[in-house]
């Protein structure tokens, strides 16, 4: 089956400065990549995600860029924000069904003022 | 919008008890999940629904089971509570976007087993 590796498990940026969280998969014909944010007490919402025919994808602050090749994929915030400190998580689904949507480790932002 | 409810944030029940966790979806969805989160291991699926009566493992089932009686409700079953299970459970349920799915997640359940 899919298995999905997230790092950092931890992330520390100074408020302004852009943060950067990577994704590897295993499974070749995964075709779906979600990323989803979690603040504390919270449950876990989408906030972007991409296809595997796209390369990179935008909304506001954020970005996700796909490497088929290499088979990883990545969650790029710019102009941080306090608001922003969460655990992120990155996901992989060979289908496109959340039946078979698998979910890195998570990743811990903080983000300091 | 799409809601998915939980029947309780906050539980917590002495080992060897039955528990059971609701979840609750309004959007007539066929599709209902259940996993488990622990720090450092993100997201595991423990069972998922794709109809009335219907249900079929995730990844981590043991030590659990599921109920689907009505298409609106999904329930999370420990047979027998033991301390391993402390954790936090969320339930979801995934529209489909374009063709895709993607989870929208219940408040979740944080169980105490002691």
């Known amino acids: ?113 | 919008d799409v809601k998915v409810t939980q029947s309780s944030r906050y539980l917590v029940k002495r080992t060897g008890e039955k528990v059971f966790l609701e979840c609750v979806q309004d959007m007539d969805h066929e599709n209902m999940f259940w996993y488990r989160q622990d720090p450092g291991l993100g997201l595991r699926l423990i069972y998922f629904s794709y109809d009335v009566k219907m249900k079929e493992k995730g990844d981590i089932p043991e030590g659990y089971s599921v109920s689907r009686e009505k298409k609106e409700r999904f329930s999370l079953i420990l047979e027998s509570a033991s301390t391993n299970q402390t954790s936090m459970y969320l339930c979801a349920s995934p529209p489909t976007t374009g063709g895709f799915e993607t989870q929208y997640f219940g408040p979740g359940t944080r169980l105490l087993v002691l």
């Open chain 1, 1 to 113: 089956g899919e298995n999905v590796e997230q790092h950092p498990s931890t992330l520390s940026v100074q408020e302004g400065d852009s943060a950067v969280i990577k994704c590897t998969y295993s499974d070749s014909a995964s075709n779906y990549f979600p990323w989803y944010k979690q603040e504390l007490g919270k449950r876990p919402q989408l906030i972007i995600d991409i296809r595997s025919n796209v390369g990179e994808k935008k909304d506001q602050r954020i970005a996700v860029t796909l490497n088929k090749t290499a088979k990883h994929f990545s969650l790029h915030i710019t102009e941080t924000q306090p608001e922003d400190s969460a655990v992120y998580f990155c996901a992989a689904s060979p289908s496109g069904s959340a039946r078979q949507l698998t979910f890195g480790s998570g990743t811990q932002l903080t983000v300091l003022p």
